[in-house]
Nanobody, 122 residues
């Protein structure tokens, strides 16, 4: 059973940066796309960024374009989300997920991590 575990969340001031990591167990990491979603209190879980299995193609939500960068290291079974110029509205629980392609909808992903909290203060 594949498991995903996120790390790197925390409290940061507006304008600051954080890098989230998502490490997968098992040997099949490189054949799946990976994505980051987030969920703020009282809101639906939303797509943030996705990367194809090779790392050569990425997709971003409009709200994070130019500020966030998704990447992956297949040798380490790890996906990353570099978050720069953070805003208060980026405060949420961030989840990584595994899929067969890079889609923006939750039903495109079959394995999810437990999430990591990111809090941006003013």
């Amino acid at each position: 059973q594949v498991q995903l575990v996120e790390s790197g969340g925390g409290l940061v001031q507006a304008g600051g940066s954080l890098r989230l990591s998502c490490t997968a167990s098992g040997r099949t990491f490189s054949i799946f796309s990976m994505a980051w979603f987030r969920q703020a209190p009282g809101k639906e879980r939303e797509f943030v960024a996705g990367v194809d299995r090779s790392g050569g193609s990425t997709s971003y939500a409009d709200s994070v374009k130019g500020r966030f960068t998704i990447s992956r290291d297949n040798a380490k079974n790890t996906a990353y989300l570099q978050m720069n110029s953070l805003k208060r509205e980026d405060t949420a629980v961030y989840f990584c997920a595994r899929g067969l392609g890079v889609t923006t909808t939750r039903d495109g992903y079959d394995v999810w991590g437990p999430g990591t909290q990111v809090t941006v203060s003013s």
